[in-house]
């Protein structure tokens, strides 16, 4: 099945590399479609590619990637482990932001590549990445612990952009505390996925039941 999920992934990348959907298709030298396992427990998803990736034809090279790396490894892992992309495949000309009819244009790519991964959390970089998802909300009043969320088999965790850290190194400390929460939170969501399943199966003969059950609860931590 692994495999299968990343001929489609491949695929998908392919239809990237040929989208003329936005008029930043004239000015990128590659795509940037993401890279990562396709069946990868972690999705990261930052805003669009900077010069280097644009160059490279892969997200989070140069600075912030580096940042991200460290990040990655106060939880123990490596880049190669997760899944990361953007929420536009191709640079805004200057670094500028995305437009919204160019995060229009790209977003079935990634909400196709999040159907086929099926991650079980979704981490956002930045603010473009975090609107997708939490609609109207502001970073700095939505990271971390704060603006965590769960949707059916999901979490959404809201994190700082490397790039936004790079600049306000004083917010770094948060940063690192926020993504240190991405372990805890794959855990709890586990066990309350494996509680309602038990919840919702029949009892056994001899057991009585509860009338009184609990309702299911969505806390997380």
Not at 84 to 89: D, L, P, Y
Request: some cysteine; overall charge neutral; glycine content about 8%.
């Amino acid at each position: 099945m692994s495999s299968n999920k990343a001929t489609q992934l491949q695929a998908i990348a392919s239809e990237i590399a040929h989208c003329t959907a936005c008029p930043l298709h004239r000015t990128r030298t590659n795509t940037v479609p993401g890279e990562g396992p396709a069946d990868a427990e972690i999705l990261l998803i930052g805003e669009g590619p900077g010069q280097r990736e644009d160059a490279l034809g892969r997200p989070f090279v140069g600075p912030s990637g580096d940042l991200l790396e460290q990040w990655l490894a106060e939880i123990g892992l490596r880049r190669d482990q997760v899944f990361i992309g953007n929420v536009v495949k191709c640079r805004p000309p200057g670094n500028r932001d995305p437009e919204p009819d160019e995060i229009a244009a790209c977003a079935h790519f990634l909400d196709r590549q999040i159907e086929l991964i099926q991650p079980k959390l979704i981490a956002t970089l930045g603010r473009h990445s975090l609107n997708k998802f939490f609609p109207g909300a502001r970073i700095t009043k939505t990271h971390g612990i704060r603006g965590v969320k769960r949707a059916g088999s999901r979490v959404y965790l809201p994190l700082f952009h490397p790039a936004y850290i790079l600049r306000n190194l004083s917010a770094a400390p948060a940063a690192v505390a926020d993504m240190k929460l991405i372990p805890r939170l794959i855990k709890r969501l586990e066990q309350r996925l494996a509680e309602e399943a038990a919840e919702q199966a029949p009892p056994p003969a001899t057991a009585s039941v509860d009338a009184e059950a609990d309702s299911h609860q969505l806390k997380l931590l």
